[in-house]
């Protein structure tokens, strides 16, 4: 029998329904296995333990109705810029230390309601990385640097960086993170798991520090692509059912945007890929989509006033981007070691300026075209660094494709114009992938 954190939480949720296990005690190992591994090898991917984890699970064990949650017992981490209720959501930030929520954010209580054990909140780069332009991906000043499972010394990648290496390091059944630039797809992609961003607006983002609200989306961190149906459907509170796409006639693009400039390494990776792929009677062209400069633009127009909307009604010190940035500079060697060039420029930003309908404009007409593009592509891999589907709010899966000879994962990220045919392809592009190894922790 495997150990309990090498299964999926589609599996886990079989053991739990049949009951193999419970979730008691499937809470009490994930627990056991976080204070065995989690800062004794110096990841310090968890944030906070919820203290009410083991309760919970004693609750759902209880249940008559376990078949009917779709969930059921599964433990569940979460990032440290959305709302647990009666956990601090500091986003990473040491100014924002005294900000406890009072309730879930509704994706948590989505996640509760069907049958989720909340475990606790995961480190992540300080304000979804959009603090400094020098901060260290993995790095806050209220909870230090998450390190990579694999390798200490590999950069993590962010900001859901805390997610990822729990996810990695069999700290939980799933993990949920949150996405504005690659937070959730690029992230993940360093560390041998699968990460899920929805389509802007596929679930509700309330409860959640914003960095850009048109543009920010939380989605599940998991083992494998069906994992993260499972968990995507347990955060919106509806059944997401997708089938795997045919491999004969499934349609693929490919964005040779930035492909020469990757390592040897990666390109002969995407090109077995893909002969794979083709060989077994998929179709596939090349398309070039660029990065965009105006995504950038719309992050530093909206993040204060959509942080300041956020703390508005939270019992804390500091309510507004002014006051935070004063807290910083009472102690800047401590409380803002690499700088907070980002923060303050966000000061001089607004929705009002007109580079931000500037930007918006272009928004939409990117989107638009980029959907036509595609509306008879099941799936587009992405090569080189774009944001294109970030910036056009289309949605985006990260699977783990194989490993790297450094012994670090290589991931592959896929975007489409809909949700259900970029899963479906998904379905089945995964079992093409030679996928990760786990990390030797002992």
Same mark, same amino acid.
């Given at each position: #029998?495997?150990?309990?954190?090498?299964? $999926?939480?589609?599996?886990?949720?079989?053991?739990?329904?049949?009951?193999?296990?419970?979730?008691?005690?499937?809470?009490?190992?994930y627990l056991r296995r976080i204070e065995t591994y989690d800062?004794?090898?110096?990841?310090? @991917?968890?944030?906070?333990? /919820?203290?009410?984890?083991?309760?919970?699970?004693?609750?759902?064990?209880?249940?008559? /109705?376990?078949?009917?949650?779709?969930?059921?017992?599964?433990?569940? %981490?979460?990032?440290?810029?959305?709302?647990?209720?009666?956990?601090p959501t500091t986003a990473g930030s040491c100014m924002l230390?005294?900000?406890?929520?009072?309730?879930?954010?509704?994706?948590?209580?989505?996640?509760?309601?069907?049958?989720? *054990? =909340?475990?606790?909140?995961?480190? #992540?780069?300080?304000?979804?990385?959009?603090?400094?332009?020098?901060?260290?991906?993995?790095?806050?000043?209220?909870?230090?640097?998450?390190?990579?499972?694999?390798?200490?010394?590999?950069?993590?990648?962010?900001?859901?960086?805390?997610?990822?290496?729990?996810?990695?390091?069999?700290?939980?059944?799933?993990?949920?993170?949150?996405?504005?630039?690659?937070?959730?797809?690029?992230?993940? $992609?360093?560390?041998?798991?699968?990460?899920?961003?929805?389509?802007?607006?596929?679930?509700? &983002?309330?409860?959640?520090?914003?960095?850009?609200?048109?543009?920010?989306?939380?989605?599940?961190?998991?083992?494998?692509?069906?994992?993260?149906? %499972?968990?995507? @459907?347990?955060?919106?509170?509806?059944?997401?059912? *997708?089938q795997p796409a045919h491999i004969k006639g499934l349609r693929?693009?490919?964005?040779?945007? &930035?492909?020469?400039?990757?390592?040897?390494?990666?390109?002969?990776?995407?090109?077995?890929?893909?002969?794979?792929?083709?060989?077994?009677?998929?179709?596939?062209?090349?398309?070039?989509?660029?990065?965009?400069?105006?995504?950038? =633009?719309?992050?530093?127009?909206?993040?204060?006033?959509?942080?300041?909307?956020?703390?508005?009604?939270?019992?804390?010190?500091?309510?507004?981007?002014?006051?935070?940035?004063?807290?910083?500079?009472?102690?800047?060697?401590?409380?803002?070691?690499?700088?907070?060039?980002?923060?303050?420029?966000?000061?001089?930003?607004?929705?009002?300026?007109?580079?931000?309908?500037?930007? #918006?404009?272009?928004?939409?007409?990117?989107?638009?075209? %980029?959907?036509?593009?595609?509306?008879?592509?099941?799936?587009?891999?992405? $090569?080189?660094?774009?944001?294109?589907?970030?910036? $056009?709010?289309?949605?985006?899966?990260?699977?783990? #494709?194989?490993?790297?000879?450094?012994?670090?994962?290589?991931?592959? =990220?896929?975007?489409?114009?809909?949700?259900?045919?970029?899963?479906?392809?998904?379905?089945? =592009?995964?079992?093409?992938?030679?996928?990760?190894?786990?990390?030797?922790?002992?």
């Open positions: #029998m495997k150990a309990l954190h090498e299964y $999926t939480a589609v599996e886990l949720r079989k053991l739990l329904a049949e009951g193999v296990i419970t979730a008691e005690g499937l809470t009490r190992y800062q004794p090898c110096g990841l310090n @991917s968890v944030a906070f333990f /919820d203290p009410t984890s083991i309760r919970q699970a004693q609750q759902l064990d209880k249940r008559h /109705d376990k078949k009917d949650l779709p969930l059921f017992g599964l433990p569940i %981490l979460i990032k440290d810029n959305i709302d647990v209720a009666g956990l230390t005294d900000n406890i929520a009072v309730k879930d954010a509704p994706i948590v209580a989505n996640l509760r309601k069907n049958g989720a *054990v =909340i475990l606790g909140k995961t480190n #992540m780069t300080e304000f979804a990385h959009y603090t400094s332009d020098d901060m260290p991906n993995g790095f806050s000043s209220r909870g230090g640097q998450v390190h990579c499972a694999y390798d200490a010394n590999h950069d993590p990648s962010g900001s859901s960086t805390g997610s990822a290496v729990a996810m990695s390091a069999g700290f939980c059944a799933a993990a949920v993170g949150t996405d504005t630039c690659f937070s959730i797809v690029g992230c993940v $992609t360093e560390h041998g798991v699968t990460g899920f961003k929805p389509g802007c607006g596929s679930l509700p &983002g309330t409860g959640i520090i914003p960095i850009a609200t048109t543009i920010d989306m939380a989605g599940p961190i998991t083992k494998t692509v069906e994992d993260a149906l %499972l968990v995507y @459907s347990g955060m919106a509170d509806k059944q997401t059912t *997708v693929l693009a490919v964005n040779t945007y &930035g492909l020469d400039d990757l390592p040897q390494e990666e390109r002969d990776s995407y090109q077995r890929l893909l002969d794979a792929l083709q060989k077994d009677g998929a179709v596939v062209q090349q398309v070039s989509h660029p990065n965009s400069p105006h995504q950038r =633009i719309i992050h530093r127009c909206e993040i204060r006033e959509d942080l300041e909307r956020y703390l508005a009604n939270k019992k804390v010190r500091r309510g507004t981007l002014e006051s935070i940035i004063k807290g910083y500079k009472a102690d800047p060697e401590v409380r803002m070691p690499y700088g907070i060039n980002i923060l303050e420029n966000a000061m001089v930003h607004s929705r009002d300026l007109p580079i931000y309908a500037e930007a #918006m404009a272009e928004r939409q007409k990117a989107r638009a075209a %980029l959907r036509e593009e595609l509306k008879d592509v099941d799936a587009c891999i992405m $090569t080189g660094g774009t944001n294109i589907m970030h910036f $056009t709010g289309l949605p985006s899966i990260a699977l783990p #494709m194989c490993m790297g000879e450094d012994g670090v994962p290589l991931g592959i =990220i896929l975007y489409g114009a809909e949700e259900r045919r970029l899963l479906a392809a998904a379905l089945v =592009i995964q079992r093409y992938c030679p996928g990760s190894q786990p990390p030797r922790l002992d």
